[in-house]
């Protein structure tokens, strides 16, 4: 599916569906006005409120007060493992890992104010952490099961810490991606004020227009294991990794502008840990948010 829409050039950037009509009230073209975003086009999943709660042994009125991130991490979860083969009962007990990128909490955020609609399981389904407990727990995974919210960088990080579980043999296998749904007006009215939001819902990385970024929905997930086990099983390999490496800004110029030097550094540390030599490199993906100060910045890197 996701070939055919870049084979036939369909714009997946769109109003949001019907049944978000919360964001209605927070629209105003005027980008000063207060309270208010100037932008509401993104990239939307459709029935973000669809889900068979019973096919993961939860009861419905316990799945009405999940984060619709946590239902959308199941599904992943599940065919993720049936991808790789593996029949999801047989992991049950097993030291696989857990590692997903998560960021904003907007079910949360819906619910304030209505402490009255509080239940046994609001805490459970509405904490961030829960996400990728919660595939732990209704697949019976023993290894780590961690969260990881470091912005836009949260699902590579993900996969960054789960080679690393791997690789010292603290899990055996990894689940690891992300989540978002961007579910609540205010975090919109937020990310407007910002000021990384591209007005018309274009993000033209690189070009002399870029004006920011579009948000978008989705998740995604894939399993890990260590090469030399996944071809001793008879795995379809889709990829290797070779290397990853982290680090942080430290201090910039800004909160949230890009230092040069330490993204130079971290890109050094990257290909020593894949032991390759950046001259055989033929392919590079950035973060190509479309804005006139990182974009820059990022590709002189």
């Keep these: 599916a996701y070939w055919r829409l870049l084979r036939d050039g369909v714009d997946a950037v769109g109003e949001p569906p019907a049944g978000r009509a919360e964001l209605d009230g927070f629209f105003d073209p005027n980008p000063r006005r207060p309270g208010t975003t100037h932008v509401r086009r993104g990239g939307f999943l459709d029935r973000v409120d669809g889900f068979d709660p019973q096919f993961f042994g939860i009861a419905p009125r316990e799945a009405e007060h999940m984060d619709p991130q946590q239902r959308l991490a199941l599904e992943l979860a599940w065919e993720t493992i049936e991808d790789a083969g593996i029949r999801p009962d047989v992991l049950r007990g097993s030291r696989t890992g857990v590692f997903m990128g998560v960021g904003w909490h907007d079910y949360a955020d819906l619910l304030k104010g209505h402490p009255e609609a509080i239940t046994p399981h609001t805490g459970t389904g509405q904490t961030t952490c829960v996400i990728p407990n919660r595939m732990s727990y209704v697949f019976g995974l023993r290894g780590p099961s961690i969260g990881v919210d470091t912005a836009c960088s949260s699902s590579l990080v993900a996969v960054h810490l789960a080679c690393q579980s791997l690789r010292c043999g603290e899990s055996t296998l990894a689940l690891a991606g992300g989540v978002n749904l961007a579910l609540h ?102 973060h190509g948010t479309g804005t006139a100060l990182g974009d820059p910045i990022e590709v002189e890197a």
């Design 185 to 286: 007006p205010e975090t919109w009215v937020a990310l407007a004020k910002f000021g990384g939001l591209a007005a018309d819902g274009v993000c033209r990385a690189f070009a002399e227009g870029a004006s920011g970024f579009v948000r978008g929905e989705g998740g995604g997930a894939v399993l890990l294991k260590p090469l030399s086990r996944a071809l001793a099983d008879g795995d379809t390999v889709y990829c290797v990794i070779r290397g990853s490496a982290i680090n942080n800004d430290g201090a910039s110029n800004g909160l949230t502008a890009p230092n040069p030097a330490a993204q130079e550094e971290m890109l050094r540390d990257a290909y020593t840990v894949a032991g390759v030599d950046p001259a055989q490199v033929h392919y590079v993906e950035t």
